[in-house]
């Protein structure tokens, strides 16, 4: 079985500050593990996906993700906020080709302007 | 190319109705997969299809089925609507070819609404 835990329910950052959203992980087998955003009224797009290749995985928008499996986590970060980012962020795992993915609760960001 | 299109956008029953949900996957993807999201939470897993067959099922009743047509799209039925049905229904489609590059692509989704 695999789930994640999203650490935080809620992040506030201002624009142009560096952006962190913590995810960690469990999995009894190699796991894939994404990170998916959801604008509101709009659907899930990916933002970029880990599969046993580069510890460090760079997405789209200037968003990447190092993958530590000695701390299980999968955090997702961006040097700087832009008012766009605000959005619900979730961390996601799947057993690899199994493409039943496992969501966490979600983190909300804000953007201050 | 088109992505991931879905039916209704918007849909509102009474308790004890039936609904369907109607999805069409991104062109030469067979593969497509259902998740119930509740407000406030993630997507949970319902159903996945491949090949007009069932691959995969999550923790929900009998009252959930689904099938997949020989175009790949899809339908999900819900019978019996319960007020706990409310969520974004979302449909997500993939090649699964099981190469690295094969990634769920989500569509917008249908709000349903049970009163």
């Known amino acids: 079985a695999q789930s994640v835990t999203q650490l935080d329910s809620h992040v506030s950052v201002s624009e142009g500050t560096p952006v962190l959203l913590r995810c960690n992980y469990s999995s009894s087998y190699s796991p894939s593990l994404f990170w998916y955003v959801q604008h509101p009224n709009k659907g899930l797009q990916l933002l970029l996906k880990y599969t046993s290749a580069a510890t460090l995985v760079k997405g789209i928008n200037g968003f990447e993700a190092e993958f530590k499996k000695s701390e299980t986590s999968f955090h997702l970060t961006k040097p700087s906020a832009h008012m766009s980012d605000a959005a619900e962020y979730f961390c996601?795992?799947?057993?690899?080709?199994?493409?039943?993915?496992?969501f966490g609760a979600g983190t909300t960001v804000t953007v201050r302007a | 190319d088109a992505g991931v299109t879905q039916s209704p956008t918007h849909l509102i029953k009474t308790r004890g109705q039936h609904v369907t949900l109607r999805c069409s996957p991104i062109?030469?993807?067979?593969?497509v997969s259902w998740y119930q999201q509740v407000l406030g939470q993630g997507p949970q897993f319902i159903f996945q299809y491949y090949e007009k067959e069932e691959r995969g099922r999550g923790n929900f009743p009998d009252r959930f089925s689904a099938r997949q047509f020989p175009n790949y799209s899809s339908e999900l039925n819900v019978n019996a609507l319960l007020l706990g049905d409310s969520a974004l229904y979302l449909c997500?489609?993939?090649?699964?070819?099981?190469?690295?590059?094969?990634?769920?692509?989500f569509g917008p989704g249908t709000r349903l609404t049970v009163l």
């Open positions: 062109s030469g993807h067979k593969s």
């Open positions: 996601v795992v799947s057993r690899t080709n199994d493409y039943k993915l496992s």
């Open positions: 997500a489609s993939n090649l699964r070819t099981g190469g690295l590059t094969d990634t769920q692509y």
